[in-house]
């Protein structure tokens, strides 16, 4: 009755989400750019996505690098606010609209 528990939780550091790349842009021969990334948070830059993919845990010096280029990706967006836009007109604006007909119809 008088004990107290603490749950303590701490990062792993080998799990997968905890590996690290440092990835460098150069153009023209100069560094334009510089990130560490990991897992799920990419460096993005002309158009394109670095992603870490993968990596060798016998070898801590290699890491696997996917790129990325997305150019649907704003036909994806566009569909994607004109299916709210729809939602919005089916679900509040049409029946709003049949509503003030009938008032303007019953008077």
Do not use: C
């Amino acid at each position: 009755p008088g004990e107290q528990y603490a749950l303590a939780l701490a990062p792993k550091s080998d799990e997968v989400k905890a590996y690290r790349s440092k990835l460098a842009v150069f153009q023209d021969d100069q560094k334009v750019l510089e990130k560490t990334i990991r897992v799920n948070d990419p460096l993005h830059y002309g158009g394109y996505s670095f992603y870490q993919s993968n990596f060798k845990e016998e070898d801590p010096t290699y890491s696997g690098i996917s790129v990325v280029r997305d150019p649907g990706l704003i036909v994806v967006w566009i569909g994607f606010v004109m299916l709210s836009l729809g939602m919005i007109f089916i679900y509040y604006v049409k029946p709003a609209l049949a509503q003030r007909r009938k008032d303007l119809h019953d008077n």
